[in-house]
């Protein structure tokens, strides 16, 4: 074995069944740590308590419930059983991407010696919002939590300016670490000149990512004389409401796209993808499809102007300046665009993730006087 060699376990929640964002980033993660020469197993929750064999290692599922309303997101409430596993498993560093039911994981690790890197994959004050809580008390909930995280010891670890601003909030000064693409899986496809401007919307139909703004977005820009089309591509508790939403209107709902050729077909064959949501804390989605040479309109409100750039355009989250910004992308020559996006896509490569990730290299906490 090298002697250099770690073995790295990633704990998680809110892990997606089928796909996600966090889904892919830590199998993406964890290639690039194998690549890497180190050990990686991943522990998310799941329907039964299990081992999966992964491109990354091995991914051990704990049974957990679903979230209601979440569209198929489960959380772990056997913390315990956890615990028992990260103990099997002896690693020599704990990520956490988790601020909820496995906070806790970050003292196992300290009591034990062992470094821990926490990354705030969301913002918990947006969530809470999205939710209906009261901007203050879902400022005073996650500024709670956050101190929680703030002295627990663990390497802070934020995606973007936008994910920090919370922990930043009470005092911490989180990593900053981009997430990447696949830029091979994600490249552009062979497209026909449309009659209609194509638009796409790619995300889970959930409350948080505001889908119904895209389908308000086609109204708009129908009612300017904008021969405008939408494809959503994606499932959630949402999916019923915004069909009744879009009645009428030039609006085909794709449901959950199985694999990357397929989803990598969908993404470069649109003409502008369309990313609502006021809480993203990075935007994979919005990302692939730059990769492929679609621009976005993203919500300004959230972290994607970070990761747009100049690949597409951001605005306030009405359906006004959404189109306004669909008529600003479409002004600029499709070629033009379309490189300007690929090109944005290109200054973010998982090894370059890996490697800060790995640069970051926490020395072990000082152990507690008794293990938890």
Request: charged content about 20%.
């Amino acid at each position: 074995m090298n002697a250099e060699q770690r073995h790295i376990v990633a704990v998680a929640n809110f892990f997606g069944p089928r796909t996600g964002g966090l889904k892919t980033a830590l199998l993406a993660i964890g290639q690039g740590y194998r690549a890497a020469g180190h050990r990686y197993s991943l522990v998310v929750p799941g329907e039964r308590d299990d081992v999966i064999e992964t491109a990354a290692g091995p991914m051990y599922t704990v049974a957990a419930p679903v979230v209601p309303g979440s569209g198929g997101y489960r959380v772990i409430v056997r913390t315990g059983v956890v615990r028992r596993l990260l103990s099997a498993l002896a690693p020599d560093r704990v990520e956490l991407s988790d601020r909820t039911t496995l906070h806790g994981l970050t003292r196992w690790a300290r009591a034990r010696g062992i470094p821990c890197l926490l990354t705030a994959h969301e913002r918990l004050d947006g969530v809470l919002l999205s939710a209906g809580v009261p901007h203050g008390l879902a400022t005073g909930l996650a500024d709670a939590r956050n101190r929680v995280s703030l002295a627990s010891g663990a390497v802070l670890v934020a995606t973007t300016a936008f994910a920090a601003q919370e922990l930043e909030r009470v005092g911490g000064r989180p990593h900053r670490v981009p997430l990447g693409v696949d830029l091979d899986a994600f490249a552009p496809v062979p497209r026909r000149r449309h009659e209609s401007v194509e638009l796409l919307l790619c995300s889970r139909l959930s409350r948080e990512k505001q889908p119904a703004l895209a389908i308000a977005t086609v109204r708009t820009l129908l009612a300017r004389g904008v021969d405008a089309h939408l494809t959503v591509a994606g499932h959630g508790p949402l999916r019923a409401a915004l069909e009744r939403q879009a009645t009428g209107l030039p609006v085909r709902f794709l449901g959950f796209v199985s694999g990357r050729a397929e989803l990598r077909q969908v993404l470069g064959t649109a003409d502008i993808t369309l990313a609502p949501g006021p809480i993203e804390t990075f935007g994979l989605a919005a990302l692939e499809s730059l990769a492929c040479g679609t621009p976005v309109v993203g919500n300004a409100a959230s972290a994607l102007p970070e990761v747009i750039g100049d690949g597409g355009i951001t605005a306030t989250g009405s359906p006004e300046a959404f189109a306004d910004a669909v008529q600003a992308l479409l002004r600029i020559p499709e070629r033009a665009r379309r490189d300007a996006a690929r090109r944005r896509a290109e200054t973010f490569p998982w090894h370059r993730t890996t490697a800060a990730l790995l640069a970051l290299a926490p020395e072990p906490q000082e152990p507690l006087p008794s293990q938890v």
